[in-house]
């Protein structure tokens, strides 16, 4: 696994390879917002949805997990970039 240091905003990168940290790199300015990475393993059709609401100043996200019966076990990656003023 690769490992540095973003030019622009001295954070540590644990992506695997450089084919596609540039993706992300070039999408989230990490000045202001998170990366959330939710790992999980489950049914096929298991989901996780983000809903926001703004409050005042500030926006509320809210992650719900939805569970599925179906017997096939899988392997789930979720990435949401959420602004680091966030409740």
Do not use: C
């Amino acid at each position: 696994m690769e490992t540095g240091q973003h030019p622009r905003y001295n954070i540590p990168i644990r992506i695997a390879d450089k084919s596609s940290q540039d993706p992300v790199l070039k999408e989230i300015n990490f000045n202001k917002d998170i990366l959330l990475v939710f790992r999980w393993t489950g049914s096929g059709q298991d989901r996780i949805a983000a809903t926001s609401t703004n409050i005042d100043e500030t926006v509320q996200v809210v992650f719900g997990y939805s569970r599925k019966l179906t017997r096939d076990l899988r392997r789930h990656l979720k990435v949401s970039a959420v602004a680091r003023n966030a409740k």
